[in-house]
Antibody
Framework: EVQLVESGGGLVKPGGSLRLSCAASGFTFSSYSMNWVRQAPGKGLEWVSS????????YYADSVKGRFTISRDNAKNSLYLQMNSLRAEDTAVYYC??????????????????WGQGTLVTVSS | DIQMTQSPSSLSASVGDRVTITCRAS??????LNWYQQKPGKAPKLLIY???SLQSGVPSRFSGSGSGTDFTLTISSLQPEDFATYYC??????????FGQGTKLEIK
């Protein structure tokens, strides 16, 4: 079964740091780009960061650039998100999601599947 | 950046109703549009990819259409398990994917 399981969330003070992990199983993790998506309480989905299969390409949303660092360890089938200088507005459930790219001739299409169950990060004093 | 706008933001309907949700992109995105369903406390689930292709295992009452800037998700006959929030997502400019703000489908 293809599965993603996040961990590492919790309560942290403003300005603090937290490291999220996402453990992958049931597929060849090293073949896929991966993403972090977050959802503030009662709000919609916000893409946060993406990393290519070999870590060659890394992207961030403007809202987290310079504060968050995405990384992966293909030997451990794991994805990470190091979050520094946390703010109240970073409070959210953080999901990891596999980036599936499929060729439907003549184009290639991408979507997120599967998603993990999410881990809650609360930034509050 | 490509902005995605869904309408309506919320919708009340009854079991058996036909429902349509609209998603508009700020620029043409061809068919690079996905739809997800999210139930409270759960992760989003893929329903439709490439604007109109049904994900395996998703009931055929769900369908997607559109290209360019205007897209629709249609549920032909609402079932109790369909009451959820629905999100569109553009994949025209990976990896800077953006989502619509969501449409909450509630029971009338």
């Amino acid at each position: 079964e293809v599965q993603l399981v996040e961990s590492g969330g919790g309560l942290v003070k403003p300005g603090g740091s937290l490291r999220l992990s996402c453990a992958a199983s049931g597929f060849t993790f090293s073949s896929y780009s991966m993403n972090w998506v977050r959802q503030a309480p009662g709000k919609g989905l916000e893409w946060v960061s993406s990393i290519s299969s070999s870590s060659s390409y890394i992207y961030y949303a403007d809202s987290v650039k310079g504060r968050f660092t995405i990384s992966r360890d293909n030997a451990k089938n794991s994805l990470y998100l190091q979050m520094n200088s946390l703010r109240a507005e970073d409070t959210a459930v953080y999901y990891c999601a596999r980036d599936l790219e499929v060729k439907i001739v003549p184009n290639s299409y991408n979507w997120f599947d599967p998603w993990g169950q999410g881990t809650l990060v609360t930034v509050s004093s | 950046d490509i902005q995605m706008t869904q309408s309506p933001s919320s919708l009340s309907a009854s079991v058996g109703d036909r429902v349509t949700i609209t998603c508009r992109a700020s620029q043409s995105i061809s068919s690079y549009l996905n739809w997800y369903q999210q139930k409270p406390g759960k992760a989003p689930k893929l329903l439709i990819y490439a604007a109109s292709s049904l994900q395996s295992g998703v009931p055929s009452r769900f369908s997607g259409s559109g290209s360019g800037t205007d897209f629709t998700l249609t549920i032909s006959s609402l079932q109790p398990e369909d009451f959820a929030t629905y999100y569109c997502q553009q994949s025209y400019s990976p990896p800077m994917y953006t989502f619509g703000q969501g449409t909450k489908l509630e029971i009338k």
